[in-house]
């Protein structure tokens, strides 16, 4: 079986692995790197469980294979937190409730962590077109548009820009 080599900095951290051509990045996050928060869905990009960021873009680990990621910067829903300290996304989303099973929760905010990256402060609207590409099948999505909006307050007050999913103070 052929293989080819990949190498990628996954959360801060570089990865190598030998891969088969046709592996997907999810599987490759999972599975090989051990990385379990990027969920599987529905395996034809339609939900968004599996978003990721790539060099900085949102995407849907389930249709990119593993070796179109060699030599990226990738962020994946552990990467978010700082230690035990939660990123603004997550704190938001407990505290507004923005989650009900969790399945969807890991790309919801690494799609809500892209569209903070794009727009600091969006509205209601701009909020639900920037996760439009990631499913929920528990809540009207009231609740995660709240969790958007007090994330987005949060890095605001604190003098804070998201930069890859990531809070860093400002100046």
Request: hydrophobic letters at 40%; aromatic letters at 4%; glycine letters at 10%.
């Amino acid at each position: 079986m052929m293989t080819k080599h990949v190498s990628m900095t996954v959360n801060g951290e570089p990865k190598e692995a030998d891969v088969e051509p046709r592996l997907l990045l999810v599987h490759l996050l999972r599975d090989v790197f051990e990385l379990t928060g990027t969920h599987i869905g529905c395996d034809t990009s339609n939900c968004g469980a599996c978003t990721v960021h790539v060099n900085g873009q949102s995407a849907k680990s389930c249709t990119m294979l593993a070796v179109q990621a060699d030599g990226a910067s990738i962020r994946t829903i552990e990467g978010m937190a700082d230690g035990a300290t939660l990123h603004p996304l997550q704190q938001a989303f407990w505290d507004q409730h923005g989650l009900q099973c969790g399945f969807c929760t890991p790309g919801m905010i690494m799609q809500a962590a892209w569209l903070l990256d794009q727009n600091a402060d969006p509205t209601e609207e701009e909020i639900r077109a920037g996760i439009s590409g990631n499913l929920c099948r528990c809540t009207g999505y009231v609740n995660i548009v709240k969790s958007i909006q007090q994330a987005a307050g949060a890095l605001a007050e604190r003098g804070a820009a998201p930069v890859d999913g990531l809070a860093v103070a400002a100046g």
